[in-house]
């Protein structure tokens, strides 16, 4: 699979519209991750299963390591893999029982009136999460405002549910956990410039956020090294990859000592083979990946890219968690689910592949421009 990946970007023609960034670059993500799919439906595995079960030697074969062997080489990702291929059983067996942990970001989007942040909080507290995102960046004021809510909800031990379950505080430390265990995450979503990344987010010390995401340009890996280094000194983390366009952007931001959080994203990645090596590098680094999810079928995606990452990659789960949003999920054949733990389910059914099938009825309602609701929409 590394190989047909490389067939698909290495084109020497197709290279002059992109190369590895920008829609092109997102179109091949769409036909890798659908031949994985089709790799996986064909094997009767879902994804994930399939790239566990692979031995380290096919697993190297499927990443791409072009222009990234300054930072990790296929003999010592090897090697790497080898080393945890014994005990990939355990983990497995471990997941399968709890779930992969997962945090909620729907409870702290800008524009909701305070009321509906701790109405959701509150929901989400209840329904077993430990971490909550919010965004920031259009008002400091507000920001503050909102972000003490969310705190006065998630570290009240009277709001936790009757099912809630302690944390071994290892896996709290560094994230700014409250009394009750729960932490709270920030997202940018790229508003501002260096210095004004680094005054804001100074600024908002008294909500203690384990890391602020996407806090400048998500290319500008300088910027956010400088802006790692200060916020170092008031124990806030700096987490981005969302729009990272490509293994070349993480590779610098991993050496450039620039993030405290890997955040692949499924799909702005040109597909499955190109996230092995981000996990690979990232792994070897030491630094957890916590994708982005969200949108539509992201977090059915990239379920399956967690499961492979803590079982045959970097082993790692204490401190990890995945991004989840509840939303349009009834729009596919084989939707991701939550359980009353706050975690992802694992997928388990042999025909799902890579998960993210569409049932034919959303398409005939919503199918750009024939579909039923645009024909209406064009009537009114």
């Not at 030697?57 to 990443?63: F, G």
């Not at 990344?197 to 400088?226: M, N």
């Not at 967690?306 to 968690?321: C, E, K």
């Not at 939707?335 to 694992?346: E, K, L, R, T």
Request: with cysteine; net charge negative; glycine share 8%.
């Amino acid at each position: 699979m590394g190989k047909t990946w490389e067939y698909l970007v290495a084109d020497p023609q197709l290279r002059w519209i992109g190369p590895e960034k920008g829609v092109i670059h997102i179109a091949t993500g769409a036909v890798d991750n659908a031949l994985w799919d089709m790799y996986a439906r064909a094997r009767d595995k879902p994804l994930w299963k399939l790239v566990v079960d692979m031995s380290p030697e096919e697993l190297v074969s499927a990443a791409t390591f072009r222009y990234i062997t300054d930072a990790i080489t296929p003999a010592e990702a090897l090697e790497m893999l080898k080393s945890r291929a014994g005990t990939k059983g355990e983990r497995e067996a471990r997941v399968r029982e709890t779930g992969y942990p997962a945090y909620v970001t729907s409870a702290g989007w800008l524009g909701y009136d305070d009321e509906k942040v701790r109405r959701l909080t509150k929901e989400a507290l209840d329904a077993g999460f430990n971490h909550f995102k919010m965004k920031v960046g259009a008002n400091l004021e507000s920001d503050l405002r909102r972000g003490k809510i969310i705190r006065s909800v998630i570290d009240d031990p009277a709001q936790l549910p009757t099912s809630h379950k302690a944390r071994d505080p290892a896996t709290l430390v560094g994230k700014n956990a409250g009394p009750t265990g729960n932490v709270l995450m920030i997202d940018a979503n790229q508003v501002w410039d260096v210095p004004q990344a680094i005054e804001y987010v100074k600024a908002l010390q008294e909500i203690r956020p384990w890391f602020i995401e996407e806090p400048t340009a998500p290319d500008d890996i300088l910027g956010h090294a400088r802006i790692r280094k200060e916020l170092k000194g008031v124990g806030i983390g700096v987490a981005t990859g969302e729009h990272a366009h490509n293994r070349m952007v993480f590779k610098q931001l991993l050496q450039a000592d620039a993030l405290d959080v890997v955040q692949i994203d499924s799909c702005r990645l040109a597909g499955v083979s190109e996230v092995l090596s981000v996990l690979l590098m990232a792994a070897k680094f030491g630094v957890p990946v916590t994708p982005h999810a969200g949108g539509v079928g992201l977090c059915e995606y990239v379920i399956h890219l967690s499961l492979i990452d803590y079982i045959a990659v970097s082993g790692s789960i204490d401190r990890n968690v995945l991004e989840y949003v509840d939303h349009l999920h009834e729009h596919f054949v084989y939707p991701c689910s939550i359980n009353a733990q706050g975690h992802y389910n694992v997928p388990s059914d042999a025909k799902e592949g890579y998960s993210i099938e569409m049932k034919d009825s959303s398409f005939a309602e919503f199918e750009f421009p024939h579909g039923s609701y645009w024909q209406s929409v064009a009537k009114k």
